[in-house]
């Protein structure tokens, strides 16, 4: 299979096992939400943020397994949502018109999300209940919000790094982050080490724009010191269709929808992930009703 080189993830156990790294380049995702949304940069920094962290946590599960990320803050840009499954994401923000920038240009993603919010992280995991995990944000930030999460939530001590840049034009340039989590047994003077240097290390977004790879953000941050597993592709993929939007429509009621053949004697429907747009005529919603109201004679 070939791999995009802008949309992958590269897994890692780095210090003889002790730390998992993943690092993801996920350009081509944060061009295809822009431009799907119409997104403006500090919403577009936002959204892709959360995309890439999205994708990332949906790679440390088994294939299928469903994850739901909700980021709700304060801020203008309101609820970013975000869909995820084996690392193939969809994603939408409430408010896709943010530019807030800080008096040096680099964009203010934090206040546009908000201090003051949660994240909720819902995993469905095929076999069980869907498990539901919130916390609160400490930064609107993303990256920090989701490191909080990570110790908070999961009990894993973690280090989140995400990044999207854009050129002059003010379209997705690089993007990419990374998840380093300390597993069981790690030592103290290599959990020192690795906070030594991602304080110090340049931003991913700012590696990627160099052209680095995600296994050389992987040495950037070990010094060398990993063993690769795994490098799968990532990807910005809506499975929405008109059934699964009839299928919404079905479970309105028979009153419902007769009520909008009467008055309107059609529905629009538009998925808000991909933004294509799904027509039912008078005759699909007919069909609906006289469905419906087959079942009720049979029950």
């Known amino acids: 299979m070939v791999i995009s080189m802008n949309n992958y993830l590269q897994k890692a156990y780095c210090f003889d096992g002790t730390v998992r790294i993943y690092a993801a380049i996920t350009t081509e995702i944060c061009q295809k939400a822009q431009n799907i949304h119409h997104l403006w940069p500090t919403s577009c920094a936002a959204l892709g943020r959360c995309l890439t962290i999205a994708a990332i946590m949906s790679s440390t599960y088994k294939s299928q397994e469903h994850l739901t990320i909700k980021v709700c803050g304060d801020g203008p840009i309101g609820q970013i949502t975000i869909e995820a499954t084996d690392g193939i994401v969809r994603g939408f923000v409430h408010n896709p018109g943010v530019y807030l920038s800080y008096n040096n240009g680099k964009l203010n993603v934090a206040d546009a999300v908000g201090r003051n919010g949660y994240i909720e992280v819902i995993k469905d995991l095929s076999m069980r209940q869907p498990f539901s995990s919130t916390v609160e944000l400490i930064s609107g930030e993303i990256a920090e919000d989701f490191t909080y999460y990570f110790a908070k939530s999961e009990q894993i001590p973690s280090a989140v790094g995400l990044g999207v840049l854009f ?19 790690c030592k103290e003077e290599t959990i020192t080490k690795l906070e030594n240097k991602l304080a110090k290390m340049p931003s991913c977004s700012s590696l990627i724009e160099k052209g680095y790879s995600a296994l050389e953000i992987i040495n950037e941050i070990t010094d060398g010191d990993y063993e690769i597993l795994e490098k799968k592709e990532l990807k910005y993929e809506c499975p929405c269709s008109k059934e699964r939007f009839r299928r919404g429509l079905v479970s309105l009621g028979k009153e419902e929808i007769k009520e909008i053949l009467s008055v309107d004697k059609k529905a629009s429907i538009q998925c808000n992930f991909c933004k294509k747009n799904y027509e039912f005529n008078e005759q699909d919603l007919q069909n609906i009703i006289d469905e419906l109201t087959s079942k009720e004679r049979n029950i």
């Open 167 to 185: 050129d002059t034009e003010s379209k997705v340039k690089a993007a990419g982050g990374f998840l380093v989590q300390i597993m069981p047994g």
